[in-house]
Structures are given as structure tokens and as C-alpha cells.
């Protein structure tokens, strides 16, 4: 008691579900100040001045047992989280509390307010990399921006999960960096399985899984996002470490700020959004970003609303990507994992002046094959493919071997199919697609692809089957 007598106590005034109005007789705390219910644990965040006594807060937590009198306690700074490397292997919520049921976090561990100012134009690196991640469709036709943020687009049973996976593996083993996962309204058993499945490909200990759960209120998912950055910008700028940020899903962060929009009573923009909504994104997004030090990359899953791609959050969604990666059923209903579909995929950083004329060449070759093949599929499927040309008949056969090369046996999925995991460098990609293309397999199986690393696989794939032919 004698500790919040010396702090700027108040009492609530009003409560509306998770909107809070605060009287603080003799000072106001600043905007996003963190206050907390004297011997409860809600706590809210202050959103806005309402007069020279009033503040209105939005609650992080449920707001279940408090009343009108309750006394309150500004604790004099903004939501902070713990930073450092106390923080890797372990699962935290908004507070930066650890939920993984393991021991606390140790006393002495840094701590960081969640709003960070956006890195300066001058710290920021200005020349365009991108990020290997030795998957091969990515990296040849959809390769990802280094400070970059790539959206990947994909229902429930794709692989969405498995990719996201795979690529915090490869980027601890690639790139000796960490991984950040960061889920925004998360379902609790989508977390419990992803957290399982992380823990089985061995990369926990270098993955910070920081989550604002679908059950939580709307500020509690709001600010997640921010409190992972944070976390992100540590490694980066302290650590000078590679950063892979993964959110899922970033439309949830926009419903939150909906959410919170309508509950402070605020008049909705078009469609019912929130009329801050090109701002609020903003600053999320614009904090994702390379400078010299290091650099934070960001793969965020979209959800399209009825698949409707001019809806106002995803048109400003688009505006901050640099790449999209498209995951396909149909691909995946066929057994052709990773399931991205190389037609829809596409980056801003596949030009010839960033990635080089033979990669660029090579991309929009592969890319003009499966086209014309795809509309070829029509004639297939009523005449057969032996009314086609000799020319599209070739055509036919590059693409689906291509295809079948585009797949690739993960390192996280090992347990399951029994194939060794592979990671491919890029100009093991490019080397493959141009024999493939050149006609160097003409007469092979489109079989000996599958699943394979290298074009050398498949030499060796052909090799045995003569010797066993024989």
C-alpha cells in the first residue's frame, strides 16, 4: 500500500467490456502508459486524453471482477517485455510472461517498452539482398527480400505449418540467426501443435514464440505484434543477428484494431474498418527492416476475406509486402510438397538487376513453361495428351518433370516420410531447371524427380534404374 501511495493513483470511472475511463485527480498518465487495478491483475493500456482529469484505456487482460471506485495505479512507463537470450526456446505471452509451464525467467533479464521508434533512414541498409533459404521454389521464382516481408497465402492443410518450420530451420542453420514466431489470434491448439512440431525438428532453442491468443481481448492481440518486434529488434541491433519474424495471421491483427476502434467509439471508414487502419499497419510494418547490424525478415500469413483481394486490409497488406507465396490445394492434393504454386507466387526482387540476368532468365523460362502447359491441361483432359503436337508433347513433359523437381524432401518432415531432408542452394536450382529445360532429360521418367535435392539426384536416380534395368 505504502509503495502506490507514492505512485499516480486513480479510480475507474466507467467500464465498457474491455473499454476503461480512468480519473486521475492530480496528473494524467501519458498515452500507452501501462496501469494496473490495485490487487487484481488487469491491466490497461491508455489509448487517449479525454479531459484535463479523464483518461480512456483499453484492458490487455479480462476485465472480469472490477467495478466503478476501484482504484488504480499508473505504473509509469508502457508495456514492456523481457529481451535477450533468456527469451530463446521459451513461449511468452504479451506480458512477456513464459506459458511453456517451465521455470520463470530470471530476475536480471532486460526488459524493452514494446513501442520502439521505426529505424532511421540513415541506419537503414539501402541496397537490395535477398534471402536464401534452400527451398528451391522459393528461391527461384519467389525469392524473399533480406528486411523484407513476404505474405503466404494458404489454407488448413497445405503445409502452411510444415513450411513456416522449415524455413526457422534453415534459417538457424543457414544464417546462425533466430527466429521469432509470433501468433496473432492463434486458435490454442494450432500453437500447442506448431509448438510440438518445432520442438521435434530440435530448432527450439534458437525460436521465441510470443503469442495473443483468439480468447484474449482485442488489446491483447493488438499489441502482440509489437512486443514481438521488439523482441526482434534486440537480436538485430544488440545481438547484430539475423532475424526471421514469422505472424500469423496479420489480417487478425487488423480485426483487433477494428475491434478496438469500434469499442472506443469510434465511426468506422468503408467496410466497417477502423478509420486508423493505414496507420496502425504502418507501424507495425515499418519496423520491420535491414540495417547494416543485421536484419529482421518477416513471412506473414494472409487471410484474403471471401477472396475478395480488394478488400481495404488486404489492399494495405500488399502495400509493405515484397513477395507473396501462394500455397495450392490442388498441388498439394497431388503430393507435390512444398504445394506453393509457381504461377501466383511472385516477388519484387526477381529482376535481373537484383538477382542477376541467368536467374532472372532462367525464373521466367520455367514460369512460361508450366503456363503454357496449364493451358494445355483443357486439351489433355478431352482428347488426350497423343492429339497434342510433337512441340507441346515436349512442352508437356519439361513441365512436368519440372514440377516434380520443384518438390523437395524437408528436414521437418523426415519422421513422416522416411526421405533425408534437403536444402538447395541456388545455383543447384538454376543448373536444374536449365537441363530440364534444355532437354537434357528428354527421354526420362518424370518419376526420377520427385522429391529430390540436385539435378545430380537424378542423374544418380537414372543411373540405378539402367543397372536394375539390366
Known amino acids: 500500500m505504502n509503495t502506490s501511495m507514492s505512485r499516480n493513483v486513480g479510480t475507474v470511472k466507467a467500464l465498457r467490456s474491455s473499454v476503461v475511463d480512468l480519473h ?49 495505479i499508473d505504473l509509469g512507463h508502457p508495456l514492456q517485455v523481457p529481451v535477450g537470450r533468456d527469451v530463446q526456446g521459451r513461449i511468452l505471452n504479451i506480458f512477456g510472461s513464459p506459458i511453456d509451464n517451465r521455470p520463470p525467467l530470471p530476475v536480471e533479464h532486460w526488459q524493452r517498452s514494446i513501442h520502439q521508434a521505426t529505424t532511421g533512414l540513415v541506419q537503414q541498409a539501402t541496397q537490395s539482398e535477398i534471402l536464401l533459404t534452400g527451398i528451391k521454389t522459393i528461391d527461384l521464382l519467389a525469392p524473399l527480400e533480406r528486411g523484407g516481408k ?27 540467426g533466430v527466429s521469432i514466431f509470433c501468433g496473432i489470434g492463434e486458435r490454442s491448439r494450432e500453437a500447442e501443435e506448431l509448438y510440438r512440431d518445432i520442438c521435434d525438428a530440435g530448432v527450439l532453442d534458437n525460436t521465441v514464440m510470443i503469442f495473443g491468443q483468439m480468447n484474449e481481448p482485442p488489446g491483447a492481440r493488438f499489441r502482440v505484434g509489437h512486443a514481438a518486434l521488439t523482441i526482434a529488434e534486440y537480436f538485430r541491433d544488440v545481438e547484430q543477428r539475423d532475424v526471421l519474424l514469422m505472424i500469423d495471421n496479420i489480417f487478425r491483427f487488423v ?21 486508423t487502419l493505414s496507420t496502425e499497419l504502418a507501424e507495425l510494418q515499418e519496423r520491420i527492416t535491414s540495417t547494416n547490424r543485421g536484419a529482421i525478415t518477416s513471412v506473414q500469413a494472409v487471410y484474403v476475406p471471401a477472396d475478395d483481394f480488394t478488400d ?38 526477381l529482376t535481373a538487376e537484383v538477382v542477376g540476368t541467368r536467374h532472372y532468365q532462367t525464373a521466367r523460362r520455367v514460369r512460361e513453361t508450366l503456363a503454357h502447359y ?83 539426384m537424378v542423374r544418380k536416380r537414372l543411373k540405378q534404374g539402367e543397372r536394375t534395368s539390366r
Open 255 to 275: 480485426q483487433a484494431g477494428a475491434e478496438i476502434s469500434g469499442l472506443l467509439g469510434r465511426l468506422p471508414s468503408r467496410l466497417g474498418y477502423q478509420p
Open 24 to 72: 486521475f485527480p492530480d496528473k494524467l498518465p501519458p498515452l500507452h502508459n501501462q496501469v494496473i487495478v490495485e490487487d487484481t491483475d488487469v491491466v490497461i493500456e491508455v489509448q487517449s486524453h479525454e479531459d484535463s482529469e479523464h483518461v480512456r484505456g483499453i484492458a490487455l487482460t479480462p476485465t472480469r471482477g472490477i467495478g466503478r471506485g476501484d482504484r488504480v
Open 150 to 176: 513476404a505474405g503466404l497465402f494458404g489454407g488448413a492443410g497445405v503445409g502452411k505449418t510444415m513450411l513456416i518450420t522449415e524455413m526457422i530451420n534453415n534459417m538457424i542453420t543457414k544464417h546462425h
Open 374 to 456: 496449364e493451358e494445355l491441361k483443357d486439351v489433355i483432359a478431352m482428347l488426350g495428351i497423343d492429339e497434342l503436337s510433337r512441340g507441346d508433347q515436349q512442352v508437356v513433359k519439361r513441365a512436368r518433370q519440372l514440377e516434380r523437381f520443384l518438390t523437395q524432401p524437408f528436414f521437418v518432415t523426415e519422421r513422416y516420410s522416411g526421405i533425408p531432408g534437403q536444402s538447395v542452394d541456388l545455383e543447384d536450382a538454376l543448373t536444374g531447371c536449365e537441363c530440364i529445360l534444355d532437354n537434357e532429360f528428354a527421354d526420362a521418367p518424370e518419376q526420377a524427380f520427385y522429391m529430390v535435392g540436385d539435378i545430380d
Open 312 to 349: 481495404p486490409a488486404v489492399v494495405h497488406t500488399f502495400a509493405h509486402l515484397s513477395a507473396s507465396i501462394v500455397l495450392s490445394r490442388n498441388r498439394a492434393s497431388q503430393g507435390l510438397y512444398p504445394a506453393i504454386d509457381p504461377l501466383h507466387s511472385e516477388s519484387r526482387m
